[in-house]
T-cell receptor, first 115, second 115 residues
Framework: DGGITQSPKYLFRKEGQNVTLSCEQN?????MYWYRQDPGQGLRLIYY???????QKGDIAEGYSVSREKKESFPLTVTSAQKNPTAFYLC??????????????FGQGTRLTVV | EDQVTQSPEALRLQEGESSSLNCSYT??????LFWYRQDPGKGPEFLFT???AGEEKEKERLKATLTKKESFLHITAPKPEDSATYLC????????????????FGTGTQLKVEL
C-alpha cells in the first residue's frame, strides 16, 4: 500500500538534545512538507521541499533543520535552538502537476515531548 | 494574508441529528479547498477537494459544498463513528519560494456524536 510513514510515533527529548523525526513516502510524490500542530492552532508549515536536494523554510523554521537527499525521504531535526518543541509533528506529500499540486497526504504523526 | 476560519470550534450532536460545519476563507485566487478528518493522535485523512463555487462532493453521510467565500461540510444522520476533528484548508495561487502553492489550514471543528 502506498503511503507516508512517520517514525517514531512518540519521542522524548531532553533539554539541549537534537532529535530527528523520520518521514518516508512511497507515493512517488515530488513535494514533501513538515507541519507542526498545537492545540487550538491550525497546522503551521515548518519546511517544505519541491525536489530532491532543495528545500525551503516555512513560517516557523527557526530551531529546525531538514534534508532531502532522496525523493522518498524528508527527515526533520529538532535542534536545541527550538525552545518549545513539544508538539505533534506531521509530514505530508503532494504530487506536483498541471496548474497546481494535488491534495496533501499525511503520515500518522510523531508526538514529541520535552522531558 | 490568506486566512481560513472554521466554526464552530466544537459541536456535540445526538446520533441522527444532522448539522453543518463552516469554513470561511480569504485567499488570493483559490486553487482548491480541502476537507480532512483527523482522529485523536492520528494524521489528517483526506476527504474532499473542491475547486469552484457551486461544486459539491459526497461521501457516505458527508457532503461538501463551496461558495466564493465559504465551504460547508454537511453531516446527515451522523453516527458515533463520525466523531473526529474536521479540518479545512485552502490553497491559494500564491507561489511559494521554490515552487508550489501556499496551503492555509483552519483550526478545525471537533465533532462529538453521542448515542
Amino acid at each position: 500500500d502506498g503511503g507516508i510513514t512517520q517514525s517514531p510515533k512518540y519521542l522524548f527529548r531532553k533539554e539541549g538534545q537534537n532529535v530527528t523525526l523520520s518521514c518516508e513516502q512511497n507515493l512517488n510524490h515530488d513535494a514533501m512538507y513538515w507541519y507542526r500542530q498545537d492545540p487550538g492552532q491550525g497546522l503551521r508549515l515548518i519546511y517544505y521541499s519541491q525536489i530532491v536536494n532543495d528545500f525551503q523554510k516555512g513560517d516557523i523554521a527557526e530551531g529546525y533543520s531538514v534534508s532531502r537527499e532522496k525523493k522518498e525521504s524528508f527527515p526533520l531535526t529538532v535542534t536545541s535552538a527550538q525552545k518549545n518543541p513539544t508538539a505533534f509533528y506531521l509530514c505530508a506529500s503532494t504530487h506536483v502537476g498541471g496548474n497546481t499540486d494535488t491534495e496533501a497526504f499525511f503520515g500518522q504523526g510523531t508526538r514529541l515531548t520535552v522531558v | 494574508e490568506d486566512q481560513v476560519t472554521q466554526s464552530p470550534e466544537a459541536l456535540r450532536l445526538q446520533e441522527g441529528e444532522s448539522s453543518s460545519l463552516n469554513c470561511s476563507y480569504t485567499v488570493s485566487g483559490l486553487r482548491g479547498l480541502f476537507w480532512y478528518r483527523q482522529d485523536p493522535g492520528k494524521g489528517p485523512e483526506f476527504l474532499f477537494t473542491l475547486y469552484s463555487a457551486g461544486e459539491e462532493k459526497e461521501k457516505e453521510r458527508l457532503k461538501a459544498t463551496l461558495t466564493k467565500k465559504e465551504s460547508f461540510l454537511h453531516i446527515t444522520a451522523p453516527k458515533p463513528e463520525d466523531s473526529a476533528t474536521y479540518l479545512c484548508a485552502a490553497r491559494s495561487r500564491m507561489v511559494l519560494t521554490g515552487g508550489g502553492n501556499k496551503l492555509t489550514f483552519g483550526t478545525g471543528t471537533q465533532l462529538k456524536v453521542e448515542l
